[in-house]
């Protein structure tokens, strides 16, 4: 016996196994491993055959959805349990939606290899177009070896305008790296200041109710600007200050440049995440910050006075020689 295959009758379409992964995108085996872990409603039994419904198929788009924007099965079960049982899934899908959608009002745009090519001095760099692959600036078109996507274009813009101003494209995709990382660290401050301050009282349960998810997601529109806002006008301002002392630097005698004050313009230093880990579980994340500060100096002073002291004991034996 074969099993049902996709018919509608009162109570719905009907599908065999293979039908329902036909028609979902999944495959037989990930549908009966969506069994097993509980994140498929129980199948009609109808003779030897499973019996699946448009229920079914309806979870498997939402099991796909979630697991595109970086939900684990794990994560996920809890949230359709949530529904399962009636506390509601539409205001948690909206938050995920909301938060998982454009941060920005830029859209994406499509380059051919040739124009690429043409920006960028009208030479073909491999190396180069790899490295903007890696970095996300380009992004490869399936089945197109000759054109490209542009997730942001404003981005590729900016790297146009270095190169032609005669930056050379290592320099700017390593310059673009080391951004990254501190505009990564901005955003990540950013949300756990929102997280502590604002979205705690509505993230309490886990999953949140379908009316504090709802309330979030209206939250997450109304601060999402903010944070660009926020570092545009920073941004705006330290690049005026800094670009006036740069200029007043080389329009006069030369002297070391400084940010305003007797120390030298602070190198920012990332260290390993597992060594900010353990710190955090160490001192407490507050605290993080100022214990490798002080451990920082600890260590310097600590080199600093081995070094007098072995300088002391040359300047010691060379007496004794005289």
């Known amino acids: 016996m074969s099993g049902p295959g996709p018919s509608a009758g009162r109570a719905g379409a009907e599908y065999r196994i293979e039908d329902l992964a036909h028609a979902s995108?999944?495959?037989?085996?990930?549908?009966?491993?969506?069994?097993?872990?509980?994140?498929?409603?129980?199948?009609?039994?109808?003779?030897?055959?499973?019996?699946?419904?448009?229920?079914?198929?309806?979870?498997?788009?939402?099991?796909?959805?979630?697991?595109?924007?970086?939900?684990?099965?794990?994560?996920?079960?809890?949230?359709?349990?949530?529904?399962?049982?009636?506390?509601?899934?539409?205001?948690?899908?909206?938050?995920?939606?909301?938060?998982?959608?454009?941060?920005?009002?830029?859209?994406?745009?499509?380059?051919?290899?040739?124009?690429?090519?043409?920006?960028?001095?009208?030479?073909?760099?491999?190396?180069?177009?790899?490295?903007?692959?890696?970095?996300?600036?380009?992004?490869?078109?399936?089945?197109?070896?000759?054109?490209?996507?542009?997730?942001?274009?404003?981005?590729?813009?900016?790297?146009?305008?270095?190169?032609?101003?005669?930056?050379?494209?290592?320099?700017?995709s390593g310059h673009l790296r080391e951004l990254r990382g501190q505009v990564e660290q901005i955003a990540s401050r950013f949300l756990e200041f929102t997280t502590e301050h604002v979205f705690a009282r509505y993230l309490g349960h886990r999953p949140p109710t379908d009316a504090d998810a709802a309330e979030a997601a209206s939250m997450v529109r109304r601060l999402r600007p903010l944070a660009q806002q926020t570092v545009d006008a920073e941004l705006a301002r330290a690049m005026r200050t800094f670009a006036t002392r740069h200029l007043e630097h080389h329009l006069t005698a030369e002297k070391p440049f400084t940010s305003g004050n007797s120390s030298p313009l602070p190198v920012p230093i990332s260290l390993p995440p597992g060594t900010i880990t353990a710190v955090e579980r160490l001192v407490g994340r507050e605290h993080a910050a100022a214990f490798i500060t002080a451990a920082t100096e600890r260590e310097v002073q600590t080199r600093t006075l081995d070094a007098l002291s072995s300088s002391h004991a040359n300047t010691g034996q060379i007496d004794q020689m005289d």
Request: aromatic share 6%.
């Open 25 to 172: 995108g999944a495959t037989v085996r990930t549908i009966r491993a969506y069994q097993d872990r509980g994140l498929l409603p129980t199948p009609e039994r109808r003779g030897r055959a499973n019996v699946y419904r448009d229920t079914h198929l309806s979870r498997l788009g939402q099991i796909a959805d979630l697991l595109d924007r970086g939900y684990t099965l794990a994560s996920i079960k809890e949230l359709l349990e949530a529904w399962d049982t009636g506390r509601g899934l539409g205001g948690v899908l909206g938050l995920v939606a909301e938060v998982h959608g454009p941060w920005t009002d830029e859209r994406a745009d499509r380059i051919t290899r040739a124009e690429l090519d043409v920006k960028f001095g009208g030479t073909s760099d491999e190396q180069a177009v790899a490295e903007a692959v890696d970095l996300g600036v380009l992004e490869r078109i399936p089945g197109r070896d000759d054109e490209f996507l542009v997730p942001s274009p404003q981005e590729l813009a900016v790297a146009v305008e270095l190169y032609a101003a005669g930056v050379p494209l290592s320099a700017i």
